[in-house]
């Protein structure tokens, strides 16, 4: 069945940028009618969508953080990519990246990789 | 704050049942944009629980359901078991052109 993991960093220092990796298995990224996210949960906090990305490269980003996100898709590794930067203390998160419906504002997020804790601290 | 609004926690007895509510406004919910809900249970994942505010996907109990009414949008779950002692959150999309979030409800099962 379809997995995510994601990788990368689990430190980041202030002022740099954050990258992180999810590596889809069990299927293709570029099944058509999927959307790929990114999702992130700060320490005793909810929930916040950072953007979400379609195989073809269209991408849609939280206004709150358009600024600073990019989120890029590799075909050939079966991968989707976050990096976001300038990144403070206010960024240190659990990161999840998980699979979305057909449509990037109305469908839900069904299968979610385990989450990467990411510190940011000097 | 969240946009969307839950009850920071709610509590039911084993067999009861018990709601949990997401209150939206006219640019979100009340649009007409659908509600998804999902339970995250310690040190886990968040699980897609109710999507299309009613719909269950394949392998969740019929124990949860999903309704939406106006700018609002409920949970609930029957039976009230102790492995249903998690952090449940609701999903929807906001008019600012952005995927909105509940902050979350801890369903303590008493």
């Known amino acids: 069945q379809l997995q995510l993991q994601e990788s990368g960093p689990g430190l980041v220092k202030p002022s740099e940028t954050l990258s992180l990796t999810c590596t889809v298995s069990?299927?293709?990224?570029?099944?058509?009618?999927?959307?790929w996210g990114w999702i992130r949960q700060p320490p005793g906090k909810g929930l916040e969508w950072i953007g979400s990305?379609?195989?073809?490269?269209?991408?849609y980003y939280n206004p709150s953080l358009k600024s600073r996100v990019t989120i890029s898709v590799d075909m050939s590794k079966n991968q989707f990519s976050l990096k976001l930067s300038s990144v403070t203390a206010a960024d240190t998160s659990v990161y999840y990246c998980?699979?979305?419906?057909?449509?990037?504002?109305?469908?839900?997020?069904?299968?979610w990789g385990q989450g990467t804790m990411v510190t940011v601290s000097s | 704050q969240s946009v969307l609004t839950q009850p920071p926690s709610v509590s039911g007895a084993p067999g009861q049942r018990v709601t949990i509510s997401c209150t939206g406004s006219?640019?979100?919910?009340?649009?007409?944009?659908?509600v998804h809900w999902y339970q995250r249970l310690p040190g886990t994942a968040p699980k897609l629980l109710i999507s299309g505010n009613t719909n269950r996907p394949s392998g969740v109990p019929d124990r949860f359901s999903g309704s939406k009414s106006g700018t609002s949008a409920s949970l609930a779950i029957t039976g009230l078991q102790a492995e249903d002692e998690a952090d449940y959150y609701c999903?929807?999309?906001?008019?600012?052109?952005?995927?909105?979030f509940g902050g979350g409800t801890k369903l303590t099962v008493l």
């Open positions: 990305i379609y195989y073809s490269g269209s991408t």
């Open positions: 069990g299927g293709s990224i570029t099944n058509s009618g999927y959307y």
């Open positions: 999903q929807s999309y906001d008019s600012s052109l952005t995927v909105v």
């Open positions: 998980a699979r979305q419906g057909s449509s990037w504002y109305g469908d839900a997020f069904d299968i």
């Open positions: 006219s640019s979100n919910i009340g649009a007409g944009y659908d």
